[in-house]
């Protein structure tokens, strides 16, 4: 039971008060026909509105757009004065209040800037749509503690001299995380769970049984009513019960929806008795009924000035973990884990930042390690999609972020699970934006790709996994030994793979295995560059060659030492010459496949030689 709230002198006219101190400042591919358009747009520079433009200019299209300048400048004691001990990494810590009050002197990023801006107006309704331990449910245990009046913990932050500690409001916690929602009696009894223990801590009784939505409004009543004050409604992966039905073949996840569509409508219907009301989740759905109506949740995901709230920035990375960084390569930590782009600086999931720091600077694959959602390979087993265009989409501004049940986008549901990031906001001549995707750092892009290698192959995971082979081929130059490793990959994939399609007759197909087996191990790989001449199938670099390659099936091999068909396109359309400034080597390969053996029929190599 919690201890009774006082009234104060702050409140409003209607009994409460808002807590701010106003006076202070397999897949199975059928077809690899193009899926996605392909479409390369230059940057805009882009004004939002508030005095922040964009840099309009990247080194590659892998560069982020960041801002000039911050938006917020506030610092906390971590910044003005990096310790000279480490603190402890909360690794583990569920809550705001555990981390604030433990005697482990636990590290804390302030994201209270960002918080104040949020919840200094006297009602509001926000959504924030981000990955999974991207620190969502943090920054919810973050805002209870702050509207229960918690003082003591928020000593040094931002937030603390602008607040009104002397506000104090009931606050109700939905967290849906917890459960694997396996059926639709698994979805309605972790709703039941959460009113009844929101009603016990409270002291208040339910009297509607048999409806969600009934009891949920009831709830927010009865709280209501019983301290006089306006109610803190926080529901945290309000869309996990739909997440985890969505690899379903049956309509379990459209089942799913209707529950939440009934539970969440008393949102609105209890809009006088609530003072804020903050929602987050990995999926923006359209139908459930939140986003539409007198009180629309305002969607803060691509906010410039909330694109920090949840993840670590560089400057953070910088000046708040002392000598965790000492002696490792930054330039690696970045290409590893950072990346990750809402219209602001970009941020590191912070889930991978921490585990790398306990594991010593240990590269690893931390985040897809932790579990990946059965709806991502069950969508790549219904569709065909070509794995390199993952890497330069193209999105309107309305696919990107929202869709319904019935229209699943893969791309837009791969951003919003973090699968890919915005590399660039285009502004439409007639209003309204698209934006360019791309994979965000080195983890996901190979950790993806390989995904898709044993979705387009059936090859099992373990044999995947052998076969580093290839890169440390590459990377001697010794052409025979990833000709050996290729195909030793194609041997391995099942008969049965093919049985009832044609797959093998398509140099999509093998583009697209190839792509995935050699971007899966992190190189750095290019497919379908468009130049003046043609376009190039693949463009793949090791430290010293460039390796420029195009793909053929059912070609007929020449007799004697003559040019093979692929080889005689790369010199006729002379796809090697953007690349003839570097100082590398470059090397020309034809891979000759044929339909028969699944495999590679003939292999051809060339160093270009320049007069």
């Known amino acids: 039971m919690p201890e009774p709230m006082n009234g104060h002198s702050s409140m409003t006219q209607s009994g409460e008060g808002d807590g701010v101190s106003h006076g202070g400042n397999h897949v199975t591919v059928v077809t690899m026909m193009a899926i996605f358009l392909k479409k390369r747009s230059k940057l805009r520079?882009?004004?939002?509105?508030?005095?922040?433009?964009?840099?309009?200019?990247?080194?590659?299209r892998n560069d982020i757009i960041s801002p000039k300048f911050s938006i917020f400048k506030h610092h906390?004691?971590?910044?003005d004065n990096p310790m000279s001990q480490r603190q402890a990494l909360p690794i583990g810590i569920q809550t705001f209040e555990s981390l604030r009050s433990s005697k482990d002197d636990f590290l804390y990023i302030d994201k209270t800037a960002e918080i104040y801006e949020m919840t200094k107006l006297s009602v509001g309704y926000y959504f924030l749509s981000r990955p999974r331990r991207f620190g969502k449910s943090m920054l919810c245990s973050t805002l209870q503690s702050l509207f229960e009046g918690k003082q003591e913990l928020f000593g040094g932050l931002y937030i603390h001299d602008k607040w009104d500690w002397s506000v104090k409001l009931p606050v109700v916690r939905i967290d849906l995380s917890a459960a694997n929602y396996k059926d639709l009696d698994a979805v309605e009894a972790r709703v039941w769970i959460n009113l009844n223990r929101n009603a016990e801590f409270h002291g208040v009784e339910l009297k509607i049984v048999d409806s969600l939505g009934g009891a949920f409004e009831e709830l927010i009543l009865r709280i209501y009513q019983k301290y006089d004050k306006k109610v803190v409604v926080?529901?945290?992966?309000?869309?996990?019960?739909?997440?985890?039905?969505?690899?379903?073949?049956?309509?379990?996840?459209?089942?799913?929806?209707?529950?939440?569509?009934?539970?969440?409508?008393?949102?609105k219907a209890s809009d006088q008795y609530i003072r804020f009301c903050f929602m987050t989740g990995i999926t923006k759905f359209t139908g459930v009924g939140l986003f539409s109506g007198a009180n629309n949740f305002e969607d803060i995901t691509l906010d410039p000035q909330y694109a920090s709230i949840c993840g670590f920035t560089q400057q953070e990375l910088n000046t708040c973990f002392g000598d965790y960084f000492d002696g490792i390569n930054m330039a690696e930590v970045q290409a590893w884990y950072n990346g990750y782009n809402y219209l602001g600086d970009r941020v590191y999931n912070p889930y991978d930042i921490l585990l790398f720091l306990k594991k010593q600077g240990k590269f690893d694959n931390y985040w897809w390690d932790s579990g990946q959602p059965s709806f991502l390979t069950k969508m790549f087993e219904k569709g065909a999609y070509e794995t390199y265009d993952l890497e330069n989409l193209e999105l309107s501004s309305q696919e990107l972020k929202?869709?319904?049940?019935?229209?699943?986008?893969?791309?837009?549901?791969?951003?919003?699970?973090?699968?890919?990031?915005?590399?660039?906001?285009?502004?439409?001549?007639?209003?309204?934006?698209s934006y360019v995707l791309a994979t965000p750092n080195r983890?996901?892009?190979?950790?993806?790709?390989?995904?898709?290698?044993?979705?387009?192959?059936?090859?099992?995971?373990?044999?995947?996994?052998?076969?580093?082979?290839?890169?440390?081929?590459?990377?001697?130059?010794?052409?025979?030994g990833f000709e050996a490793s290729v195909r030793a990959m194609f041997a391995a994939i099942p008969f049965n793979?093919?049985?009832?399609?044609?797959?093998?007759?398509?140099?999509?197909?093998?583009?697209?295995?190839?792509?995935?087996?050699?971007?899966?191990?992190?190189l750095k790989c290019k497919t379908e560059e468009s130049i003046s001449t043609g376009r190039i199938d693949m463009v793949m670099e090791s430290p010293t060659h460039i390796y420029v390659i195009e793909f053929k099936v059912n070609a007929p091999?020449?007799?004697?030492?003559?040019r093979g068909e692929a080889l005689n396109q790369i010199h006729k359309n002379k796809y090697y010459e953007p690349y003839l400034n570097d100082d590398r080597k470059i090397v020309l390969i034809g891979m000759h496949f044929s339909e028969e053996k699944r495999n590679?029929?003939?292999?051809?190599?060339?160093?270009?030689?320049?007069?």
Do not use: H
């Open 402 to 433: 929202q869709f319904t049940l019935s229209n699943l986008n893969l791309p837009s549901l791969l951003w919003q699970a973090g699968y890919l990031t915005i590399t660039e906001e285009i502004q439409e001549p007639f209003g309204g934006s």
């Open 557 to 562: 091999k020449p007799e004697g030492d003559e």
């Open 76 to 79: 906390t004691k971590n910044l």
């Open 497 to 522: 793979n093919y049985v009832q399609n044609n797959i093998q007759k398509y140099e999509g197909y093998y583009a697209s295995v190839m792509f995935s087996f050699l971007a899966g191990l992190g």
């Open 443 to 480: 983890e996901v892009r190979m950790t993806l790709n390989m995904l898709f290698l044993i979705s387009l192959t059936s090859i099992e995971s373990s044999r995947v996994l052998k076969r580093n082979e290839a890169v440390r081929s590459l990377f001697k130059n010794d052409l025979d």
């Open 234 to 267: 926080l529901i945290d992966e309000y869309d996990k019960p739909i997440q985890d039905t969505l690899s379903n073949d049956d309509d379990l996840a459209s089942k799913s929806l209707d529950v939440l569509r009934g539970f969440y409508s008393a949102i």
């Open 45 to 60: 520079a882009m004004d939002l509105g508030w005095g922040c433009r964009y840099n309009s200019s990247f080194r590659n």
């Open 600 to 611: 590679l029929d003939w292999f051809e190599d060339e160093e270009l030689k320049i007069d």
